[in-house]
């Protein structure tokens, strides 16, 4: 990765008492840079810090130069209040749970936050989040909304859907299905069908083996 030194670089440098420093390929000094340099009396070399004289003490290495666009990059976000909002995005999990070291989890289903599933077809409102599978589990469960959209797969695995809320329709061999809530939906491995709701369908579904709805699409 490339490093760019500006000339705020060598002003700061020169403040701390630094009078070279050591630039190789991967540095980049912009013309404002080399003109402040020269204005405040600092020298870029090529040659090896280990090969400098002792008036190159504190000539910080290319490892230091990251390490401090590094610490630059995060003081800014953090002045801005940025850092704490990136990570806590980052570390939030999507749904509140407990466990049991017997292997025994209990997710709080209205603490789940959903997030939008890719189907192959463009534009289509589907949403997902797992709670239940690897490495914990030899099936998968979570929970599925599809708004006022379809779209159509190939199971590559046995699907099991539960009707939280809304209908979906499932069509296959030119015939439709729908199912409302409350009632559950069984779809085996190797089918060809479309799946939908003319409004918007809240479900809870299950596969086997583990591993999300197919997306193998057709």
Not at 92 to 118: F, H, N, S, W
Not at 122 to 151: N, W
Not at 196 to 208: D, E, I, K, L
Request: net charge negative; aromatic share 6%; glycine share 8%.
């Amino acid at each position: 990765m490339k490093k760019l030194i500006c000339a705020a670089d060598v002003e700061e440098w020169v403040a701390s008492g630094q009078k070279r420093c050591c630039i190789d390929s991967n540095t980049i000094v912009t013309p404002a840079a080399r003109d402040k340099a020269r204005e405040l009396g600092m020298e870029f070399t090529h040659e090896p810090c280990g090969t400098l004289s002792s008036e190159a003490t504190g000539c910080e290495t290319q490892d230091d130069l990251d390490m401090n666009a590094i610490f630059k990059f995060f003081k800014l976000l953090s002045e801005k209040g940025l850092v704490e909002k990136l990570l806590g995005t980052a570390l939030e999990p999507p749904y509140q749970a407990e466990t049991d070291p017997t292997g025994l989890k209990l997710v709080r289903g209205r603490t789940v936050k959903m997030e939008a599933c890719e189907t192959g077809t463009s534009g289509a409102k589907v949403y997902r989040q797992e709670v239940i599978g690897k490495p914990d589990c030899s099936m998968s469960a979570g929970f599925l909304t599809v708004d006022h959209d379809s779209f159509s797969q190939v199971t590559a695995r046995e699907e099991t859907y539960i009707v939280l809320e809304g209908t979906l329709d499932v069509t296959l061999n030119e015939r439709t299905f729908t199912a409302h809530e409350g009632d559950v939906l069984f779809i085996p491995k190797g089918v060809k069908a479309t799946k939908g709701s003319s409004a918007c369908a809240r479900m809870f579904y299950m596969t086997y083996p583990a591993g999300e709805p197919d997306r193998k699409l057709q």
